[in-house]
């Protein structure tokens, strides 16, 4: 079992940042694929960023590639969202998950493939 708990949502304005967080427990050993999701009202999940903890690959949605960046501190064992530039487009909820790599080793933003997830964190973004 893997335990998620995202921190650091909140309410900004077009343009700003913020920093998500995401601290892990639990038995990762087979959960080598941390990513990070966010749902609008109406929309389904968008895989936004994922990272392979072994290695440091990482994979952004078109959608934020040069706004977001994803981490992985091992030490604190907690993964971030680092996002700027934020738009109105990036308002949602925002969910940290955990799953096992596929097929190639590949870590997917298919949220099927993800078994453990967080409670979420909710972004707004006013224009």
């Known amino acids: 079992q893997v335990q998620l708990k995202e921190s650091g949502g909140g309410s900004v304005q077009a343009g700003g940042s913020l920093r998500l967080s995401c601290a892990v427990s639990?038995?990762?050993?087979?959960?080598?694929?941390m990513a990070w999701f966010r749902q609008a009202p109406g929309k389904e999940r968008e895989g936004v960023a994922v990272?392979?903890?072994?290695?440091?690959?990482?994979s952004l949605g078109d959608s934020v590639k040069g706004r977001f960046t994803i981490s992985h501190d091992i030490a604190k064992n907690t993964l971030y969202l680092q996002m700027s530039s934020l738009q109105p487009e990036d308002t949602g909820i925002y969910y940290c998950?955990?799953?096992?790599?596929?097929?190639?080793?590949?870590?997917?933003?298919?949220?099927?493939?993800?078994?453990?997830w967080g409670q979420g964190t909710q972004v707004t973004v006013s224009s």
């Open positions: 639990g038995d990762t050993s087979r959960s080598d694929c």
């Open positions: 990272r392979r903890t072994d290695g440091g690959i990482t």
């Open positions: 998950a955990a799953g096992p790599r596929g097929s190639y080793g590949i870590c997917t933003r298919e949220p099927s493939r993800y078994a453990y």
